[in-house]
């Protein structure tokens, strides 16, 4: 999907490319919200689609089952940035989070479309190891450098690892 704005400067013209991600929530669940918080905003709750024509910095998503803290404490989370890539390693990168007081609760699973077709991550049992489970986890940052790539999420995923 392109889109350009047209700037003048001093009588030159140039185009500048408007970045655009998308957040797919899938909830198999039968039960709870799918959210998304960037900071002390809600972007969404449901399962969207969300798209943003502009990066998404640090942003979270679990899903509410009515126990969950504002930033996903006591629950699972996932915690994404989907951004152009400006330089090597500067793209797009997202995880799964059980670093206390974050928990297990559920089947996460998250996959990358519209580039990175086919990286994924999913989170089956508490000691999952696609997941961090303190802040010096290496390796479970889950990173994509294609330009405007989106994100699904899957709760309680039934089918994709069965």
Do not use: W
């Not at 970045?19 to 918080?37: A, K, M, R, S, Y």
């Not at 002390?40 to 399962?47: A, E, F, K, R």
């Amino acid at each position: 999907m392109f889109s350009f704005k047209s700037l003048s400067l001093f009588g030159v013209i140039t185009y500048v490319y408007a970045e655009t991600h998308t957040i797919v929530f899938d909830n198999q669940c039968g039960f709870g919200t799918p959210t998304l918080i960037q900071g002390s905003d809600v972007l969404g709750t449901g399962n969207g689609p969300f798209t943003f024509n502009e990066p998404l910095n640090f942003a979270i998503a679990y899903l509410q089952n009515g126990t969950c803290g504002f930033n996903g404490e006591g629950c699972t989370l996932i915690e994404t940035t989907l951004r152009n890539p400006t330089c090597p390693g500067c793209g797009s990168g997202t995880d799964i989070n059980l670093i206390p007081p974050k928990i297990f609760l559920l089947i996460l699973y998250f996959s990358y479309f519209n580039g990175c077709d086919g990286v994924k991550r999913n989170c089956k049992f508490a000691n999952c190891v696609e997941a961090f489970h303190t802040p010096d986890d290496g390796g479970t940052q889950t990173v994509c450098q294609a330009d405007d790539v989106n994100l699904r999420i899957t709760f309680c995923e039934k089918d994709q690892f069965a």
